[in-house]
């Protein structure tokens, strides 16, 4: 059988040189090419096409997150394994419905990587056993607040400012929908931002909408 061609998209060098060496070390994986940003893994996604991209969701450039989306849209046969630091329930749902195959945190063992590298490549969805405990906790427990359990570190209030924004609304609209000053709607955006991790508006809206948020309501 061929080995399976592998891509490593990950912005430390070291790091890349110890996951090359590790899928080295085995008859049955090629690592054919190294990406250090977003849009460099999705070049390398389309031009090599890869069985497996081995993903990291902070990277320069476009996020994780956004490259795994291109990569499955431009190349649907390639299938993506995240493997990243983040293991935050936003960031693992969101890597699932932008259409990752498999989440690893950093840290996993050797063999359980290899593992994973395998069964995704030949078609199986893979995660990490305390992932994959909070994936089925979410999909089982109906009566919990789905919007909560993405964004488990924003308050209420956050959530709820969140929730507008997605609808498209701006912040003056905002605050006459919620009783609030225009400043206190602000400093709600930017914390929402910074515990997000995104850049401006646009990029909470993208996230806020991955979670199923930004559905219009009747004024």
């Known amino acids: 059988m061929n080995p399976l061609r592998v891509a490593i998209a990950d912005d430390h060098p070291v790091f890349r040189h110890g996951l090359r060496a590790l899928l080295g070390s085995v008859p049955d994986v090629d690592v054919v090419a190294e990406a250090a940003t977003g849009e460099q893994a999705v070049e390398v996604a389309v031009d090599q096409s890869p069985d497996v ?3 990291d969701l902070h990277l320069p450039g476009i996020s994780g997150i956004e490259a ?6 431009a190349a649907p046969q390639v299938r993506v394994l995240v493997l990243t630091m983040f293991d935050d329930d936003s960031s693992v749902f969101a890597a699932v419905r932008a259409g990752a195959m498999g989440y690893l945190v950093k840290g996993a063992d050797q063999d359980e990587i290899l593992r994973a590298v395998r069964a995704v490549a030949s078609g199986e969805a893979i995660f990490g056993p305390a992932i994959a405990h909070r994936i089925m906790e979410y999909f089982s427990t109906r009566s919990l607040d789905a919007h909560r359990l993405a964004f488990p570190h924003l308050t209420d209030r956050e959530r ?3 929730g507008l924004l997605a609808e498209g609304l701006d912040n003056q609209t905002i605050a006459g929908r919620l009783g609030l000053s225009g400043k206190t709607v602000r400093n709600h955006c930017s914390n929402i931002f910074a515990k997000l991790q995104v850049a401006d508006r646009s ?8 979670a199923g948020l930004g559905e219009r309501r009747p004024d």
């Open 203 to 210: 990029q909470a809206i993208v996230r806020a909408r991955e």
């Open 53 to 55: 991209v081995l993903l």
């Open 68 to 73: 795994c989306r291109r990569i499955r849209e």
């Open 160 to 162: 709820e400012v969140l």
